[in-house]
């Protein structure tokens, strides 16, 4: 008899623990997160109503690796801060746009004491076969750090992605740019608009898209119709009977 053979005993009690660990963020209630300004506009319709996020096991644990990397790093900056090399501006620092409705709690601000200048921290972990393909931040993470510029008086940011696999990084200067907060501004306001008129704006993929496939709304935003164009989301006693047109906007 073999004395080893793959098993199913731990990992039924983690799925259990994932299961029931609430991963909803109380503090972006009513709010878009910095991280979330990239994502389609209907997502973040479904994010200002209120509507949960459904992760699966696997994503729970993704987040959680990116987390891991996250605390990585802040040991390092940490460190580097004892030598003296950095000053540690902000890390994990909450801030609100009130204007906005965004919220964003940035990795870190940091400056460098040899030249003096700041950069606003953004890290990353992504996949071996995107990692090798990079050659310039993904748009969204751009986004993402303009938020936060902006937030945290920041006009220099570096993104920096590790590769899951081998820990080899890779860092991108982002240098502020006006322009794309304007964007980010206009999108919202289209989606505050929609979402005043108890509207979703209409869906800007098909089913098949890789966004909606990985989106935590698919199930909401596909669901079948009910009645006349309308779809109620809504199944919790408080907000039992609202209805979203689904039509809008097409
Ligand atoms: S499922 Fe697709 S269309 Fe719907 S909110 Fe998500 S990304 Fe947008």
Redesign the pocket.
């Known amino acids: 008899m073999a004395i080893s053979k793959e098993t199913e005993i731990l990992a039924p009690l983690i799925a259990k623990f994932l299961e029931n660990r609430k991963d909803e963020r109380p503090e972006c209630s009513g709010y878009i997160s910095a991280s979330q300004v990239g ?5 973040l319709a ?1 994010i200002l109503f209120g509507e949960k996020e459904v992760y699966s096991l696997d994503v729970k644990k993704i987040f959680d690796t990116g987390h891991a990397f996250h605390g990585k790093i802040e040991k390092y900056l940490n460190g580097l801060r004892e030598m003296g090399d950095i000053t540690i501006e902000a890390m994990e620092d909450r801030k609100y746009d009130e204007k906005l409705k965004i919220t964003g709690k940035c990795d870190s601000v940091i400056k460098i004491n040899a030249t003096g200048e700041r950069y606003l921290i953004e890290l990353k972990s992504i996949k071996d076969a995107g990692y090798e393909w990079l050659k310039e931040p993904k748009p969204e993470h751009v986004g993402q750090a303009h938020v936060y510029m902006q937030m945290f008086d920041v006009r220099k940011a570096l993104i920096v992605y590790e590769n899951k696999d081998t820990q080899k990084m890779k860092e991108f200067l982002v240098n502020w740019d006006p322009k794309v907060l304007d964007e980010i501004r206009k999108k919202l306001k289209k989606v505050f608009k929609k979402v005043a008129q108890k509207k979703l704006p209409a ?3 098909v ?1 098949t ?1 890789w ?2 496939r990985y ?4 199930k909401y ?2 669901a079948k119709d009910v009645g006349e164009g309308a779809m109620s989301i809504f199944d919790t006693d408080d907000r039992k009977g609202d209805t979203l047109d689904v039509n809008d906007g097409r």
């Not at 989106?215 to 698919?218: L, M, T």
């Open positions: 994502k389609c506009p209907r997502a479904f869906k800007p993929y089913e898209d966004q909606c989106c935590s709304f698919k935003c596909w």
